[in-house]
């Protein structure tokens, strides 16, 4: 497997919805606290983390607000390789997983990591805290070791730590904001080789061809099912558990 550069993946999550997103057009852009919501004119919409760094800070989305909506997607496409921070990546990503058809070969709404098959002393490296799976993932008899970056959450890791648990592990479980923060192409690159490989949370894009020649095995991330109450949630600042009702969970196995 050839190391991965920062931003590859999102420079070809770019070119495989670039063409797509000449032929839509933009019908709304709902930025809150904790995520941005993107609305095409067919109404199918997508959605993306907002990064804390972020969060309440430069509130500027783009240059000139007034010509988001009724332009084509790739006006707001163009962020995935152009933006100039985190919140415009998140723009970006929300309008490609706005963009992205769903796969045929998608599983039914479980729970991801159900598909794991987690065996009792398996190392499993969590990069980034999903708080709702680690007992879960404990109750197998499985070892877990939590790579997190806000110490706010959970106590941080050190380097050689955390390069330890990524490169031992036999499955990690990556949250798709690594994408926003510039560290995924870093984690896949320290990896050893695990058996299994998440990348996680509703910014997922569930678009397998830009994974193929990376580690990952299992795409887990979410579709907007109610367009009106997310969009809702997301401008009154909810996050991940006020959504979870209006969003479709999908599991992709590559």
Do not use: W
């Not at 839509?24 to 959605?47: F, M, P, W």
């Not at 921070?85 to 599983?107: M, V, W």
């Not at 039914?108 to 999903?130: C, H, I, W």
């Amino acid at each position: 497997m050839a190391m991965l550069k920062l931003g590859d993946t999102l420079k070809r999550l770019y070119k495989k919805t670039e063409s797509s997103a000449k032929k839509r057009r933009i019908a709304d852009l709902c930025v809150g606290l904790s995520y941005v919501g993107v609305k095409l004119d067919n109404h199918v919409a997508g959605i993306a983390a907002i990064l804390p760094d972020v969060a309440h800070g430069d509130r500027t989305v783009l240059p000139d607000r007034s010509r988001c909506a009724g332009t084509d997607a790739s006006h707001l496409l163009k962020c995935l390789i152009a933006g100039k921070n985190s919140l415009h990546l998140a723009i970006g990503l929300a309008t490609a997983n706005a963009l992205i058809k769903c796969s045929a070969d998608s599983r039914e709404d479980r729970e991801a990591t159900s598909y794991l098959n987690l065996q009792p002393g398996e190392k499993v490296a969590m990069v980034g805290l999903f708080a709702p799976l680690t007992e879960r993932i404990r109750a197998t008899g499985a070892i877990l070791t939590v790579i997190e970056k806000n110490p706010q959450r959970l106590e941080l890791l050190s380097a050689a730590e955390k390069q330890r648990a990524l490169r031992d592990c036999n499955v990690a479980i990556i949250t798709a904001t690594t994408l926003l923060n510039g560290t995924f192409e870093e984690t896949i690159n320290c990896l050893g080789k695990p058996r299994s490989v998440v990348l996680l949370g509703p910014s997922t894009p569930l678009q397998s061809a830009i994974f193929q020649d990376t580690p990952v095995t299992h795409l887990g991330g979410a579709r907007v099912a109610d367009t009106g109450r997310a969009f809702q949630i997301i401008s009154e600042g909810g996050g991940t558990p006020a959504l979870r009702p209006y969003l479709h969970f999908v599991n992709l196995i590559l």
